[in-house]
T-cell receptor, first 110, second 116 residues
Framework: GDSVTQMEGPVTLSEEAFLTINCTYT??????LFWYVQYPGEGLQLLLK?????DKGSNKGFEATYRKETTSFHLEKGSVQVSDSAVYFC?????????FGTGTRLQVFP | EAGVAQSPRYKIIEKRQSVAFWCNPI?????LYWYQQILGQGPKLLIQ????????DSQLPKDRFSAERLKGVDSTLKIQPAKLEDSAVYLC??????????????FGPGTRLTVL
């Protein structure tokens, strides 16, 4: 069945460092891809999305490009802030169902 | 625009007790989802409603879990009786009916259930 694999965390960075969180997927057809973020004590918020190959989603300085040839949707940010500390979930939508990865915790220290 | 509301935010019960969670979706959203998020894992879909009809409940443990969405708006999720392994955060989400193109699921803050 369809699935999403994320790099395990935690990812620990200093403020202003470059961030990459890897995400690969397995799916039949052409799913839409998402990154959700979960701040402590809060629900999931959509961070960005891409609906077809080569699309780039971006929001709040975060970017991810839908790579069909490598079945990947890696999340990147050029300069992280302490306020970016959260758990990040990669997800795909297959038919009408969202399938999530296990999440990657990001910890940013000043 | 108000977001997805859930209550209670936290609940602690003993095993074999019953518990119910409530969700109020974003106004006008026809589709409502309940997810279970166990610590250290991604959310897993339990049940999906379209208006007041069930679209997908294939991963709902029907011997102990039940859900309803009367009148196609609010929804309740019930566990009876609870087991230790039901300890998790229960997330509710809603979305517009996808007629064409992409759509987004909006999540509530969740209910954290601890079963002792």
């Amino acid at each position: 069945g369809d699935s999403v694999t994320q790099m395990e965390g935690p990812v620990t960075l200093s403020e202003e460092a470059f961030l990459t969180i890897n995400c690969t997927y397995t799916a039949t057809g052409y799913p839409s891809l998402f990154w959700y973020v979960q701040y402590p004590g809060e629900g999931l918020q959509l961070l960005l999305k891409a609906t077809k190959a080569d699309d780039k989603g971006s929001n709040k300085g975060f970017e991810a490009t839908y790579r069909k040839e490598t079945t990947s949707f890696h999340l990147e940010k050029g300069s992280v802030q302490v306020s970016d500390s959260a758990v990040y979930f990669c997800a795909l939508r297959s038919t009408d169902k969202l399938i999530f990865g296990t999440g990657t915790r990001l910890q940013v220290f000043p | 625009e108000a977001g997805v509301a859930q209550s209670p935010r936290y609940k602690i019960i003993e095993k074999r007790q019953s518990v119910a969670f409530w969700c109020n979706p974003i106004s006008g959203h026809a589709t409502l989802y309940w997810y279970q998020q166990i610590l250290g894992q991604g959310p897993k879909l339990l049940i999906q409603f379209q208006n007041n009809g069930v679209v997908d409940d294939s991963q709902l443990p029907k011997d102990r879990f039940s859900a309803e969405r009367l009148k196609g708006v609010d929804s309740t999720l019930k566990i009876q009786p609870a087991k230790l392994e039901d300890s998790a955060v229960y997330l509710c989400a809603s979305s517009n009916t996808p007629t064409s193109g992409p759509y987004t699921q909006y999540f509530g803050p969740g209910t954290r259930l601890t079963v002792l």
